[in-house]
Each structure stands twice: as structure tokens, then as C-alpha cells.
């Protein structure tokens, strides 16, 4: 054992049969003379700025990313279609997009979502359309947007039935740590004529993006 000094400053220190260690105090490693892998204990610095581009290089499930940044993306699609008339809330069959761990997002009750959904309406009378929300823990509704009209009323004038492509997004926080579903609502504002959100030869789409907060 012993150590290895210059002008009474230890370069390198070594006991019993372990490994020789450098001294604490050593400092001004010029970066040229750093190659290798880092050892588990090397937490950062100021000069530590960047990662290698190393493709296997993965972040820890702590780490934190800035505000706005995009965490995870989920779009689902498909061309189902319900009809209904009786002046109440209903929610499309599908597509449905759910938060769910399984899915790739955070699962925080403080989780920051922007919903967007595209879907084509007939309707044979005034009818709207919304965004939708269920899960346990927080309060269903097949009207997201809270306004009476959702995301727009759309008139329906003379006999003909009309098809309209609607475009919605809305910004939302899920408010629980458990499975949030979301989907596409509407009504008809008309008992006896029906309103339609889908349909079969049409595409309907719902995507979920989470941002960090």
C-alpha cells in the first residue's frame, strides 16, 4: 500500500490488494485525455452538456424535460358510425383514445393533453358536436368543451340531410392517475330527426399528445 504524491499532493493512493485510486483533489482533466465509459457515480457538471451520439444511449425514467416538451403521441382511427335524436349528449362507439400507462403516457393526475379529432356529421336537423372524457375518479361528459354548442352548431336548413367535416382540439388536464378515455360526442338538437357522427365510408380520427408541465 501507499501513495503517490507530488509537492505533497497525492496523485494516486492505493490499500491492501485494491485498485489504485486517484486523488479527490486532482482537478483540470483536460477533455482530450477522457475516453471510455463514465462510472456510475459521475452525476454532471457544467461541462458535461451534451450526450454522445450514441443511438444506445437511453434517459432514466426520472428525467426531466422542459416545459411544452412532447412526451408521448397516441392517434387512433376508425369508421364507425351512431345516429340519435332525442336532444341529449352521445358518445361515438369509436374511435377512442385512452392515457393508460400501457399506451406510453405518464400517468400523473396533473398530465397536460391536447386532444385533436377530426369526424364527419349528417345531420337531418341542427345538431353539434364535441369532444369526450370518461374514467374513474373524474366526472364523465360527452361535452368537453362545456359550451352549449360544443364546438360549433351546425344548421341544417329544407328537407336534404347534410355531411360537414368537423375539426376540434382542446387543451386538458387529465385530473387523475388513472385510465382517461377520450372520444367524440353530439347531439341533435331536433326529437324527431337524428343526427349521425362516422360513418362507413368515411375515416374518423382522435389523437392524444401529452406535454410536460
Not at 66 to 75: C, D, E, F, I, R
Not at 153 to 162: D, F
Request: a negative charge; charged letters at 10%.
Amino acid at each position: 500500500m501507499g501513495d503517490f504524491k507530488i509537492n505533497e499532493k497525492t496523485v494516486f493512493t492505493q490499500s491492501g490488494s485494491a485498485e489504485p485510486a486517484m486523488g479527490s483533489t486532482i482537478t483540470g482533466i483536460p477533455a482530450a485525455g477522457v475516453t471510455g465509459v463514465l462510472p456510475v457515480g459521475v452525476t454532471g457538471g457544467s461541462g458535461l452538456t451534451a450526450l454522445a451520439s450514441n443511438p444506445t444511449v437511453t434517459l432514466g425514467s426520472n428525467a426531466t424535460f422542459p416545459a411544452g416538451h412532447v412526451l408521448n403521441m397516441k392517434t387512433v382511427s376508425a369508421s364507425d358510425e351512431d345516429g340519435h335524436a332525442d336532444e341529449a349528449w352521445y358518445r361515438l362507439t369509436a374511435p377512442l383514445v385512452v392515457i393508460s400507462s400501457a399506451n406510453g403516457f405518464s400517468m400523473s393526475a396533473s398530465a397536460r393533453i391536447l386532444i385533436m379529432a377530426t369526424v364527419q356529421i349528417d345531420n337531418q336537423y341542427n345538431c353539434t358536436v364535441d369532444l369526450t372524457k370518461h374514467g374513474t375518479g373524474i366526472t364523465d361528459t360527452n361535452n368537453l368543451s362545456g359550451d352549449t354548442y360544443g364546438f360549433g352548431l351546425i344548421i341544417h336548413e329544407g328537407t336534404s340531410q347534410y355531411r360537414s367535416v368537423v375539426h376540434m382540439h382542446i387543451e386538458d388536464i387529465t385530473g387523475t392517475t388513472n385510465d382517461v378515455t377520450y372520444g367524440i360526442g353530439f347531439k341533435s338538437w331536433n326529437t324527431a330527426a337524428s343526427a349521425f357522427a362516422g360513418g362507413a365510408d368515411t375515416l374518423t380520427t382522435i389523437t392524444a399528445i401529452e406535454f410536460a408541465v
